[in-house]
């Protein structure tokens, strides 16, 4: 699909007195940003290409979902900031293009995987479904912990946009949050601002916290 693709976000709530849960869905385009279903439990994207994975996860993060899970299907917009960026850390890794675009995939996720980290979030990255029924079988799980994260996880993320010489999607989408969080961090550690993790670019594991 295309970057229109959508995220279901499913809002549910309990009946009152009848022992049993009723569970309500809500389909939406991932990129409008202006409605809010109530009460959202689970936001899930499947399969939403490319920075439409991004856009669902901006649209958990301000709701302050629970639980989050997401299948990303196509890497395309960092594999061009990869490609475009000024310093290239593994030429070896990034010259030829099918290892460019399968290197691309995983740093994205990574990126990801690390942003919601550093908001609050317990992460994990698994193998949700065989192979042999698609290759797009990565799923993110984060779920909501509200736990700032340490000094040295935002130094992990300054030294990944470093290496790669990239700002990632998501990261500019979430960078009001983004900067309360890390200023919060650093406030808390007696320390500086730290570096930020904003380098520019051209075009657009597993374990939990």
Known sequence: GGAGEEAEVGAGDAEAGAGSQSVSSDASDASDASSRPPEVDIAIALHACDTATDEALVRAVRWNT???LVSP???HDLQVRMRN???QAYPPMTRHGILRERLGDVVTDSFRA???RLLGHRVDVMEWIGGEHTPRNTMIRA???GSPAGV???HEYDAMCADWGVTPWLAEALAPELDKARAAAF???GGGSGGGGSVGSSGGGTGGQ
Do not use: D, N, V
């Open 187 to 189: 406030a808390g550690s």
């Open 66 to 68: 629970p639980l989050t």
């Open 143 to 145: 779920i909501r912990t």
């Open 73 to 75: 299907c196509c890497h």
């Open 152 to 154: 040295e996880m935002w």
């Open 114 to 116: 690390h942003i919601l």
């Open 85 to 87: 960026a000024s310093k």
